[in-house]
């Protein structure tokens, strides 16, 4: 079963031209050489032909598709991200698209072009409730207040102020910014995420809270422990790299890079994470796990993981990241889920496998995208 596999694996690489010419090469001596491997090579072939799905269609884990994905991506670029699966089957994570056209060979592919994700503007709300909004491109700002002068340029906010009153940046779907904090903490913020913290730190800690999804690169100060909050737990470090998400209710997940951060539940227990442990905040539990940080930190390079994903699930993941309104029609897709990622720069191809994937209709109109 693993060297079919492997076959499998090989021929779906030819199908979407990701092979290399070493590969080609080796293929072609293969199908000289080794009767065992023409034999599968051909009935693939033969059931590419005839568009007989079952054959094509292996019980591969989803996982080791979209690992095999994160491994290939860096020298290759896999345009083509989708992993669909049902009835405990699977596609394994390389030529996808192709593979999904086998899955549904009469639904042509989403013909909308130049779709391109909008770029949104930030903003930040001060605390006598005023609301400073910055320019969505990458062009410099100034803006002069009573007690601080800021100054955004190319996607990062820096700052002068004496004020340690709470401030609140707003960074909404489809975006993602960065701030330098008064103490030299560097925050990257992901899209539908909200930072409050004060333009200057007190003499006793350094104290943030999160919504949404943050990764901090925090200052070393021995004496002013710095604590991010978030709504199931407090996460305290000196001086470390780490990522917080918040986006799943009641489900807040901080993933350690270097250093060392403690944890604290709302009942109190504590738990102490190591550089690659992920702790899982999920009522008065908390839990640790290693993580991938390819996938967990692909957001600061505009590239979002799924794993087993419904199309709902889905939908509300694409709204955040894409910044547009994406809905599917109700129980239509209940038997899609699909592993794979997103591309900010390439929504014209997210739509198109979107379409082929789920065998549905796409309505686009710039600002939503309707699947039924």
Do not use: C
Not at 143 to 156: I, P, W
Not at 176 to 201: C, I, K, Q
Not at 250 to 275: F, H, I, M, W, Y
Request: net charge negative; proline share 5%; charged share 20%.
């Amino acid at each position: 079963m693993e060297y079919q596999d492997h076959i499998f694996q090989l021929y779906m690489h030819k199908l979407s031209g990701e092979l290399s010419p070493e590969e080609e090469a080796g293929i072609e001596r293969k199908l000289e050489e080794d009767p065992a491997f023409r034999e599968a090579w051909e009935a693939l072939t033969a059931d590419a032909r005839s568009q007989r799905t079952a054959v094509y269609v292996k019980a591969v884990v989803p996982d080791e598709g979209l690992a095999e994905m994160r491994q290939r991506r860096p020298e290759k670029r896999i345009s083509r991200s989708w992993v669909p699966y049902a009835a405990a089957a699977v596609l394994l994570g390389a030529g996808i698209w192709l593979a999904a056209r086998l899955y549904t060979p009469q639904q042509p592919a989403f013909t909308a072009k130049n779709a391109v994700a909008p770029i949104p503007g930030v903003s930040l709300t001060l605390a006598n409730g005023k609301t400073v909004h910055f320019h969505p491109d990458s062009s410099t700002q100034t803006v002069a207040l009573d007690q601080a002068t800021l100054r955004s340029d190319n996607g990062q906010l820096n700052y002068e102020s004496r004020d340690t009153t709470v401030t609140v940046l707003n960074v909404p779907a489809g975006g993602n910014y960065r701030l330098m904090l008064s103490d030299g903490t560097e925050v990257w913020l992901n899209a539908s995420s909200r930072l409050h913290f004060p333009f200057n730190f007190g003499s006793n800690t350094r104290e943030v809270t999160v919504e949404g999804e943050a990764y901090f690169k925090v200052a070393k100060e021995a004496n002013r422990p710095f604590i991010v909050h978030t709504r199931q737990a407090d996460v305290q470090v000196l001086g470390t790299s780490f990522n917080v998400n918040t986006y799943t209710p009641g489900n807040d997940k901080t993933a350690l890079v270097e250093g060392s951060v403690q944890l604290q539940a709302r009942n109190g227990q504590k738990l102490k994470l190591e550089p690659g442990q992920q702790a899982e905040a999920s009522g008065s539990a908390l839990h640790a796990a290693p993580f991938e940080a390819e996938e967990v930190l692909s957001w600061m390079k505009g590239i979002a993981y799924y794993h087993r994903a419904s199309i709902p699930e889905l939908m509300e993941e694409a709204s955040r990241f894409y910044g547009l309104s994406f809905t599917a029609a109700p129980g239509k897709f209940n038997d899609v889920q699909v592993t794979g990622l997103m591309d900010r720069a390439r929504l014209q191809e997210f739509l198109n496998d979107l379409t082929i994937t789920t065998g549905g209709t796409i309505d686009y109109d710039g600002q939503t995208v309707k699947v039924h």
